[in-house]
């Protein structure tokens, strides 16, 4: 099935997970698969006519599958993807000769043309662009990256996106005054104004196309994330381009998106050498009306750029039921089927 290539053009700062940046590791600065498809069917009502049964239905097996959100740049004319790099690949990708900077394993993310040339062994392309997680550009390495007086403009060239953080405190919400002694920090994702995001969907049943772009439309317009009230995580649907062939060969499949492997998968060798995969634990709350009512059951998944054998499958992954409550008119699912991309990958 044809990926279709969904360009958002991002209008302001991001704030995602429930975490505050007391506590980095539940806060991300990039949207994820889960979070993405749990977005989309949470407007999916305003977009048509369905009912909660029909949503939950949806929710338990989803018509489409998404990528988690990945750093886009418009270069020579194009937009282009910077792809997730496979688990483990700066140890794969040492040249003979040793000539490989110890700071290009900080990348998160490459051109599909870094990626090709790593997949074969090859030396990095002149126009190589290398990326970390949290936006810094890791390759080529920009100018004044060193500076001991950087300026704004030097701080840019040398990130995509960057995190800011701003004291904040809490508000007692019947007398509107500040909640003594609850001061904490807050973070937020800032983007350069030439950085978009692109997330490639993958429809098993074509009918549901419409729906879901207009659903993505009305998410762009609340946003998505935390921080919707001070508008934080607004995007518009920028471009959408049919089709997305990268070409890096077959033999394995590369995970773009957070998956959560049957059983049946697991027995035929999904896992099987020579996969190379990290997991990564999703938690949290599930909201009612905005409002955190329960906690969900936290699930360990594979994490994008995860390495499994191709099984020769249509799809992979399935979703989980994460909290069934008395509290909830339904029960909640997170998303684990994921969108892979056929890779050839060296075996050394």
Not at 198 to 213: C, G, I, K, N
Not at 258 to 278: D, R, W
């Amino acid at each position: 099935m044809a990926l279709v290539q969904y360009i958002l053009r991002l209008l302001s700062a991001f704030h995602l997970s429930g975490g505050r940046d007391d506590d980095p590791a539940d806060l991300e600065d990039l949207p994820r698969s889960d979070t993405l498809v749990s977005a989309i069917l949470s407007v999916w009502d305003r977009a048509t006519s369905a009912t909660a049964a029909e949503i939950e239905a949806l929710a338990v097996e989803p018509p489409f599958v998404l990528s988690s959100a990945m750093p886009t740049l418009e270069r020579n004319q194009r937009f282009e993807v910077l792809l997730f790099l496979p688990v483990g690949w700066s140890r794969q990708s040492t040249r003979d000769d040793g000539d490989f900077p110890k700071s290009y394993r900080r990348a998160r993310f490459a051109t599909v043309e870094s990626l090709r040339a790593l997949a074969q062994g090859r030396a990095l392309p002149s126009d190589a662009l290398l990326v970390s997680d949290r936006g810094s550009i890791v390759a080529p390495a920009a100018p004044g990256a060193f500076d001991s007086n950087p300026t704004i403009d030097s701080i840019w060239r040398q990130h995509l996106w960057r995190r800011e953080v701003t004291p904040r405190v809490a508000v007692d919400r019947f007398t509107a005054a500040a909640a003594e002694g609850v001061l904490f920090r807050y973070g937020s994702t800032y983007f350069r104004k030439d950085v978009y995001l692109t997330v490639l969907a993958e429809f098993h049943d074509p009918s549901y196309r419409p729906t879901f772009e207009t659903a993505l439309r009305i998410l762009g317009m609340e946003g998505i994330g935390g921080g919707r009230s001070i508008g934080r995580g607004r995007f518009e649907l920028h471009r959408v381009i049919d089709g997305f062939e990268p070409q890096l060969g077959s033999g394995r499949r590369l995970l773009l998106s957070l998956m959560h492997p049957t059983k049946a998968e697991i027995l035929q060798g999904l896992l099987a050498s020579p996969a190379a995969y990290s997991l990564v634990g999703r938690g949290g709350w599930a909201e009612l009306n905005g409002i955190g009512v329960n906690r969900r059951q936290t699930v360990n998944l594979l994490a994008e750029g995860s390495l499994v054998c191709d099984l020769g499958a249509s799809r992979y992954g399935n979703s989980v039921c994460t909290l069934r409550s008395n509290r909830l008119p339904y029960a909640v699912y997170r998303c684990g089927c994921a969108l892979t991309l056929p890779l050839a990958w060296r075996n050394s």
